[in-house]
């Protein structure tokens, strides 16, 4: 081998010398350190859709999303786009929407970011919730804003900043009132 081929050889090691190292080392530094391993979720999913029954055997809870990750360590569960459809103990179903939703493991859901609630029973005074923050507990069935929020149904619309109320019983209780619109329906 003559003086350019061993020069050549020389240079290919000396790179190698010196990358191989740096390789080896970005693969430790994508392992998550042990401080930060919460952050790491437990599983993910997209596309999700979930059911939930309840011991009768009836459908309770229905989850669509478009992603999902479970933090177990944390207590939580992420969901992008959620349309949560909650079904009441007659069978009758609330649907609700937003951009973000985060479930707690006490069964406490938070909706952020275009929340909308619909009622899908036919003849109910209250026929949708808009707003863009809300907590409902699953279990009891109440929810609770301290955001802007417009109720509206047949003939009305009722604006307020805050709100609690029971979906089981239909009672709502506005925090700050601070308009309501009514347009009654002429007979004919």
């Known amino acids: ?32 350190i042990d401080g930060d391993i919460e952050l790491v979720p437990n599983y993910q999913a997209v596309n999700l859709d979930s059911k939930l029954y309840n011991k009768e055997g009836k459908l309770s809870h229905q989850v669509i999303a478009d992603r999902m990750e479970h933090y177990q360590a944390l207590g939580f569960t992420l969901f992008e786009n959620p349309v949560y459809t909650l079904f009441l103990d007659d069978g009758e179903p609330w649907q609700v929407t937003a951009n973000e ?60 900043v805050g709100l609690s109320g029971n979906l089981l019983t239909q009672e709502y209780e506005l925090k700050d009132h601070v308009e309501t619109e009514f347009t009654p329906q002429l007979r004919q």
């Open 1 to 32: 081998m003559n003086r350019i081929g061993w020069s050549i050889v020389l240079i290919f090691t000396a790179v190698a010398l010196l990358y191989i190292p740096i390789l080896f080392d970005n693969e430790t530094n994508n392992k998550p």
């Open 101 to 160: 939703g985060t479930l707690y493991d006490n069964n406490r859901i938070q909706l952020e970011k275009n929340v909308r609630i619909r009622n899908l029973r036919t003849q109910e005074y209250v026929k949708e919730i808009t707003t863009e923050f809300i907590e409902i507990d699953l279990h009891k069935k109440l929810l609770q804003s301290d955001q802007i929020v417009t109720i509206s149904g047949l003939n009305y619309v009722v604006k307020s």
